[in-house]
């Protein structure tokens, strides 16, 4: 392996400078670099497939539109599955209603007897509790609504980068080979065909951590005697890449289910303790080390960098700055003068360079 050479290393000083930098730049253009980003990994992710096909006879451009019909495939049947929610909530809900109503009667009852709250001064302090929250509600749905809106967006702009990269794809990669001096083209190749294997085992990482979710959301959901748990955990898990808005319509199924079922308020909130508890899990512990032991970067730099990627992207940047982490580690493990980084990003073994 050639390493990338420098003329000298970069001081902590000057990688802090670089890094709010870059920080600031993301942050002010995630419009633009969010869609992009998402779409660079999945034309990153397709590129074997495209190859595949046009290696076996089929036209570049068939391929490449088969190969982002699949990716819209996969995503109609999760918004199926979401439409299926929604339609089977709805269906539970006039049975809802009826539970909804008992147990308010259930608590104005025992407020009266335990408290000596009068229906009035309850009625009164309800009032009074929805008017000051109306605000906070109001803040709720809108960026609920503004994270459907950003998720359509999306839906309907990352396909079109995406095949706009694959069809380019020769061309990017001779400009980045007139960008650096004609000797480092090789070197440029090797991190590029790394760098789509790393894509590669991300999306691999990705299916694990749904797979573990969904087994653990299943198991807690089971052994609460919840009907179905199998369904209403899989389902949760795929549906959480929706943020906010995919874990808040996956769990009222459930929560409805358990409520009608059991008769009892226990049953709802122990479905809301268990997918909490998984939520939790998933972000600091399976998606760290599932996904970070894949891409070769050690447990601790993945729990920050998803912390930073949240501050800077949201729920997106949670996801999509950690195989941003594993290309940086891959030009600094070719990179003099960036031995420092390559050792911190890594998992303790460094390898040496020619």
């Not at 709010?20 to 993301?26: A, D, F, G, R």
């Not at 819209?72 to 269906?91: H, K, P």
């Not at 009068?118 to 929250?133: G, R």
């Not at 052994?223 to 959480?240: D, E, K, N, R």
Request: charged share 10%.
């Amino acid at each position: 392996m050639i390493p990338i050479t420098t003329n000298k290393k970069l001081s902590p000083l000057e990688i802090l400078q670089y890094t709010l930098l870059i920080s600031v730049l993301l942050y002010f253009g995630k419009t633009l670099f969010i869609p992009l980003s998402i779409a660079i990994l999945i034309s990153f992710s397709l590129y074997p497939v495209c190859k595949w096909m046009e290696h076996n006879g089929i036209n570049k451009n068939i391929a490449i539109f088969l190969s982002i019909f699949g990716v819209l495939l996969l995503f109609g049947i999760l918004a199926y599955l979401l439409f299926l929610q929604i339609a089977a909530f709805s269906s539970e809900w006039h049975s809802l209603r009826l539970k909804l109503l008992e147990a308010i009667a259930q608590l104005s009852a025992f407020l009266a007897e335990q408290f000596n709250l009068s229906s009035e001064k309850q009625v009164a302090f309800f009032k009074n509790t929805i008017s000051n929250s109306g605000t906070q509600a109001f803040s709720f749905i809108k960026n609920a609504l503004y994270s459907l809106s950003e998720s359509f967006f999306y839906l309907l702009i990352v396909p079109i980068y995406s095949m706009l990269i694959l069809y380019y794809r020769k061309l990017l990669v001779e400009v980045l080979y007139h960008i650096f001096p004609t000797e480092k083209k090789e070197i440029i190749r090797e991190i590029l065909i790394e760098t789509i294997h790393t894509y590669y085992d991300f999306i691999k990482g990705m299916l694990l951590v749904y797979l573990i979710v969904g087994v653990l959301n299943s198991i807690g959901l089971a052994i609460l005697g919840i009907p179905h748990p199998i369904l209403f955990g899989f389902i949760a898990s795929i549906l959480t890449f929706i943020p906010y808005v995919g874990i808040l319509i996956s769990s009222l199924l459930p929560i409805a289910v358990s409520w009608i079922t059991y008769n009892s308020i226990w049953y709802p909130l122990g479905v809301i303790l268990v997918f909490s508890i998984v939520q939790i899990l998933e972000a600091y512990v399976i998606f760290p080390l599932a996904v970070g032991s894949r891409l070769k970067i050690n447990t601790l730099v993945v729990m920050i960098v998803i912390i930073l990627g949240g501050i800077i992207w949201g729920a997106a940047g949670m996801i999509l700055f950690i195989p941003f982490v594993s290309i940086i580690k891959l030009i600094a493990d070719r990179t003099k003068g960036l031995e420092a980084l390559a050792l911190l990003l890594g998992e303790g073994e460094t390898k040496k360079s020619n």
